[in-house]
C-alpha cells in the first residue's frame, strides 16, 4: 500500500544539537511539505518542495533546513538555531502543489522534544 | 500567511449529539476539504468539495461549499467517542495551483 512514512515518532534533543526528521512517501507524489503543530494551534507550514532540487520557504522556516534530492524523499533538518524547536512535525505530499483540490496525504507525525 | 477562520475552537458535547462546525474566509476558494486528526497522529481527509453549493456526505458527516465559495460546514450526526479528535477545515484559493490553506482546527471532545 502506498503511504507517507516519518521516522521517528518521538525524538529527543539536547539543546544546541541539529536533529533530522525523516520523511518517505511512495505515492509518486511530486509536491511534499513541512508543517509544526504545537499543542492547541494548527498547522503551519515550515518548507514545501513542487519537484527535485527545489523547495520554498513557508511562514516560519527560521531555523529549520531542507533537501529534496529524492522524489520520495524530504528531510526536515531542525537546527540548533531554532528557539523553540520542541513540537509536533507533520510531513505532508500531494500530487502537485494544491493538485487541483485532490489534497495532501500526511505522515503520521514525529514528536520532538529539546531536554 | 493566508489564513481561514475555523469555529468553534473546541466543543465539549454529549455522545449522541449533533456537531457543527464552520469555516469562513474574504478570499474565494475553489475547493474545500475537511480533515480528522486523532491524538498524535496525522490530519486524515473526510470529505473533498469541488464546487459551489455541493453538499457531500460521507457516513455520518455532511459537509457543503459555501455558495459563495468563501465558507463550508461540517455536520457530524450522533456523535460516537471515536469522533475525538481535531477537525480541520482546508481550502485551495482560486487562481492556479495553490498551496492549502488550513483551518486553526475544531478540538471535539465527547463526554459519554
Known amino acids: 500500500d502506498g503511504g507517507i512514512t516519518q521516522s521517528p515518532k518521538y525524538l529527543f534533543r539536547k539543546e544546541g544539537q541539529n536533529v533530522t526528521l525523516s520523511c518517505e512517501q511512495n505515492l509518486n507524489h511530486d509536491a511534499m511539505y513541512w508543517y509544526r503543530q504545537d499543542p492547541g494551534q494548527g498547522l503551519r507550514l515550515i518548507y514545501y518542495s513542487q519537484i527535485v532540487n527545489d523547495f520554498q520557504k513557508g511562514d516560519i522556516a527560521e531555523g529549520y533546513s531542507v533537501s529534496r534530492e529524492k522524489k520520495e524523499s524530504f528531510p526536515l533538518t531542525v537546527t540548533s538555531a531554532q528557539k523553540n524547536p520542541t513540537a509536533f512535525y507533520l510531513c505532508?505530499?500531494?500530487?502537485?502543489?494544491?493538485?487541483?483540490?485532490?489534497?495532501?496525504?500526511f505522515g503520521s507525525g514525529t514528536r520532538l522534544t529539546v531536554v | 500567511g493566508q489564513q481561514l477562520n475555523q469555529s468553534p475552537q473546541s466543543m465539549f458535547i454529549q455522545e449522541g449529539e449533533d456537531v457543527s462546525m464552520n469555516c469562513t474566509s474574504s478570499?474565494?476558494?475553489?475547493?474545500w476539504l475537511w480533515y480528522k486528526q486523532d491524538p498524535g497522529e496525522g490530519p486524515v481527509l473526510l470529505i473533498a468539495l469541488y464546487k459551489a453549493g455541493e453538499l457531500t456526505s460521507n457516513g455520518r458527516l455532511t459537509a457543503q461549499f459555501g455558495i459563495t465559495r468563501k465558507d463550508s460546514f461540517l455536520n457530524i450526526s450522533a456523535s460516537i467517542p471515536s469522533d475525538v479528535g481535531i477537525y480541520f477545515c482546508a481550502g485551495q484559493l482560486r487562481g492556479g495551483a495553490q498551496k492549502l490553506v488550513f483551518g486553526q482546527g475544531t478540538r471535539l471532545t465527547i463526554n459519554p
Open positions: 478570499s474565494i476558494f475553489n475547493t
Open positions: 505532508a505530499s500531494s500530487i502537485v502543489q494544491g493538485a487541483g483540490g485532490y489534497g495532501y496525504t
